[in-house]
C-alpha cells in the first residue's frame, strides 16, 4: 500500500476550487488518495469568506498542520497533523485578530526598508506602526501608556526611535543595485532552483556574501535545528535579493498589501517545508519555494497547477 502524501495548497489553490465554476477541480481533490493540508497562515488569508472556507476544508477532510517544536521556539521538521476544526480555529483568530493586526503593522518598517513607501521618511513610517500597534493593541490588552501596558508602550516606543535613526536611502541604493544585478537579462531562465541561489548570492559583495553563507550554508536545514520564522526569514531574503520579480517600485496602498501577501508566501513555503509537495498557481511562489526547499536541504516538491 502506498504512503499518503501530504499535500500544502497554496491559498490561491483553495479560492480557485472555491469558485462556482470549478466543480470537477473541487471534486477532483476530493477524490486524491492524499491528505490535503493547510496551516494558520490560511487562516489569516480565508478569514474574511470563512463560512465557505470551513464547509471547503471539511469537504476535502483536511488536515491542520502544526509545528510541534512552536512551545519552544524551535522549527520541527516533522509535522503534527491535526482534524482540521476550521470553525474552532477561526474563532480563535477572530479571538485574537487585534494581535495578529498587530503583527501586519509590523511590516511596514520593513517594507520601506526594502523600498516600498519611498514618499515618506523612516520617521513618518515608525511613527504611523508605533500608532497602529497601539491602536491594534488597545482592545486586548487594555492598552493605556500609564496604566499596566507601560513595558508595551517603551519597547514600542524604544523600537520607533531606533528605526527613525536608520539612513534608508543607502540601504535602498544597495538593494536597487542588487535586484537589478540579479535579474538584468533574466539570466535564470533556464537556472535549476538550486542555482538561482547561489545566482543572487553572486551579486551580494564579498563580505555580505560571506556573512550570508556563514548564516545561511547551503543545506543548512540538515546541519542543525532552526527556530520557527528562521525558514521564512530565509525565503524571504532570496526575495528581498531578487529571485523572484518585483512589479516596479513596490509603494502605495495597494503595494503595501502585495507585501504582507509576499510575506505570508514565506511563510507559507515554511510551512510546507513540513509536507511531500507544495502546489500552487503563482509561479513566482512556485519558483521561490522550490529555491528555499532545495538550498536549505528539504525534499518537498514543487507543483505549479496552470490556469485553465
Excluded at 479560492?15 to 491528505?35: D, Q, T, W, Y
Excluded at 486586548?140 to 519597547?155: H, I, M, R
Excluded at 520557527?228 to 503595501?256: I, N, V, Y
Aim: hydrophobic residues 40%; charged residues 25%.
Amino acid at each position: 500500500m502506498k504512503r499518503q502524501l501530504v499535500l500544502y495548497l497554496d491559498n490561491c489553490v483553495f479560492s480557485e476550487i472555491l469558485k462556482p465554476g470549478a466543480i470537477a477541480m473541487r471534486r477532483n481533490f476530493s477524490a486524491l488518495p492524499h491528505r490535503i493540508a493547510f496551516s494558520d497562515v490560511h487562516i489569516t488569508e480565508m478569514r474574511n469568506n470563512h463560512e465557505e472556507y470551513s464547509t471547503l476544508l471539511n469537504e476535502l477532510d483536511a488536515v491542520f498542520v502544526r509545528n510541534p517544536g512552536q512551545v519552544h521556539e524551535r522549527y520541527d521538521p516533522i509535522s503534527a497533523l491535526d482534524t482540521a476544526v476550521p470553525e474552532e480555529r477561526f474563532a480563535n483568530y477572530f479571538e485574537f485578530s487585534p494581535a495578529y493586526e498587530a503583527f501586519d503593522e509590523m511590516l511596514a518598517p520593513m517594507h520601506h526598508l526594502m523600498g516600498g513607501r519611498r514618499e515618506k521618511s523612516m520617521d513618518q513610517v515608525a511613527l504611523e506602526t508605533e500608532r497602529a500597534i497601539t491602536n491594534s493593541l488597545m482592545n486586548p490588552l487594555g492598552f493605556e501608556p500609564d496604566g499596566n501596558s507601560g513595558e508595551v508602550s517603551n519597547a514600542l516606543k524604544s523600537g520607533t526611535e531606533s528605526l527613525a535613526s536608520i539612513d534608508v536611502s543607502e540601504v535602498w541604493q544597495t538593494i536597487d543595485t542588487q535586484v537589478s544585478a540579479a535579474r538584468e537579462g533574466d539570466p535564470m531562465r533556464e537556472m535549476d532552483p538550486g542555482e538561482k541561489v547561489h545566482h543572487v548570492l553572486s551579486k551580494l559583495s564579498e563580505t555580505e556574501r560571506r556573512g550570508f553563507i556563514e548564516e545561511f550554508p547551503e543545506k543548512f536545514a540538515q546541519l542543525r535545528v532552526l527556530k520557527t520564522g528562521e525558514l521564512t526569514g530565509f525565503a524571504f531574503a532570496l526575495f528581498g535579493m531578487g529571485l523572484t520579480k518585483r512589479k516596479g517600485k513596490f509603494t502605495g496602498p495597494r503595494q503595501t498589501q502585495k507585501f504582507a501577501a509576499q510575506f505570508r508566501d514565506a511563510q507559507h513555503i515554511e510551512e510546507a517545508s513540513r509536507c511531500d509537495c507544495f502546489i500552487t498557481f503563482d509561479q513566482d511562489a512556485s519558483e521561490l519555494a522550490a529555491s528555499t526547499f532545495a538550498y536549505a536541504g528539504f525534499p518537498t516538491q514543487t507543483l505549479l497547477l496552470m490556469n485553465q
